[in-house]
Antibody
């Protein structure tokens, strides 16, 4: 059974950093591009980042480019999202998903507030 | 960026009724490999999104055949035949043809 389990969320002050993790199981992690998608409270879905199977290629929307870094450790079947210079508008539930959006984690809440 | 316009924003339906949701993109979603990376997702209340349809018309694993997707280029439709209570929630279209990937604003399906 495919499982994606996010962790690392919480309350953080504006300008600070936070790192999210996603533990994958039930499939060959190294064979799949992976992504992060977020959802602000009562809002729609926003794609945040994608990483290639080897980790050599990463993609971001302008809203997070230069502040967020997606990475992976295939040996540990884990996906990460390093978030720096956080803003209030980054407040959202962050989902880890397989690139084809066929499996999603349960989500982890990140609140950016002073 | 590709803008995904979903209509209607909400639908009120009776169990057993059939409904359609439209999704229009601001540019063609045909990728250089000839495939169209337009997908439909359902987010049930309090749950993570679930993929229903991928590449316009392919049913996701375990998804009932009451769901169907059609369309091409810039104009796509999700049809739900014989709505059941478990179908309620917010439906999103999503494109992964062009970076940045983008989603429609969602269509909320509610019980009449």
């Amino acid at each position: 059974e495919v499982q994606l389990v996010e962790s690392g969320g919480g309350l953080v002050q504006p300008g600070r950093s936070l790192k999210l993790s996603c533990a994958a199981s039930g499939f060959t992690f190294s064979n799949y591009y992976m992504a992060w998608v977020r959802q602000a409270p009562k809002k729609g879905l926003e794609w945040v980042a994608t990483i290639s199977t080897s980790g050599s290629r990463t993609y971001y929307p302008d809203s997070v480019k230069g502040r967020f870094t997606i990475s992976r450790d295939n040996a540990k079947s884990s996906l990460y999202l390093q978030m720096n210079s956080l803003k209030s508008e980054d407040t959202a539930t962050y989902y880890c998903a397989r690139q084809v959006f066929d499996y999603w984690g349960q989500g982890v809440m990140v609140t950016v507030s002073s | 960026d590709v803008v995904m316009t979903q209509t209607p924003p909400s639908l009120s339906v009776a169990i057993g009724q059939s409904v359609s949701i439209s999704c229009k993109s601001s540019q063609s979603l045909v990728y250089s490999d000839g495939k169209t990376y337009l997908h439909w997702l359902l987010q049930s209340p309090g749950r993570s999104p679930k993929r229903l349809i991928y590449q316009v018309s392919n049913l996701g694993s375990g998804v009932p055949d009451r769901f169907s997707g059609t369309g091409s280029q810039k104009d796509f439709t999700l049809k739900i035949s014989r709505v059941e209570a478990e179908d309620l929630g917010v439906y999103y279209c999503a494109q992964t043809t062009h970076f940045p990937y983008t989603f429609g604003a969602g269509t909320k399906l509610e019980l009449k």
